[in-house]
Nanobody, 124 residues
Framework: QVQLVESGGGLVQAGGSLRLSCAVS????????MGWFRQAPGKEREFVAG????????VYADNAKGRFTISRDNTKNTVYLQMNSLKPEDTAIYYC?????????????????WGQGTQVTVSS
């Protein structure tokens, strides 16, 4: 069972940037596709971005395209989410998750391993 620990959340003004990190241990990191999800108060957890095992493929939710960038460093067992041009509606708890797959999937149901989340708050 892999363990995932997110960091980098915080309070930022609208238009600002944050970089989230997720350190993974307890497994072979390069065997997992990685995803970032978020959950706002009163809402369901939703997909934000995903990256394949080798970082050859990425996929984004429509509301993240052009503003967020997912990346990974398989030598450091870490996945990142660079978030630019943040909006108040980006306020949520952000979670990273791991999916044992050669493909790249966006459904929350495929991700078996989750971190504890990191709070991102964007003020207007």
């Amino acid at each position: 069972q892999v363990q995932l620990v997110e960091s980098g959340g915080g309070l930022v003004q609208a238009g600002g940037s944050l970089r989230l990190s997720c350190a993974v241990s307890g497994g072979t990191f390069s065997n997992y596709a990685m995803g970032w999800f978020r959950q706002a108060p009163g809402k369901e957890r939703e997909f934000v971005a995903g990256i394949s095992r080798s970082a050859g493929r990425t996929v984004y939710a429509d509301n993240a395209k052009g503003r967020f960038t997912i990346s990974r460093d398989n030598t450091k067992n870490t996945v990142y989410l660079q978030m630019n041009s943040l909006k108040p509606e980006d306020t949520a708890i952000y979670y990273c998750a791991a999916d044992w797959t050669i493909s790249l999937r966006t459904s929350i149901n495929y991700y078996d391993n989750w971190g504890q989340g990191t709070q991102v708050t964007v003020s207007s």
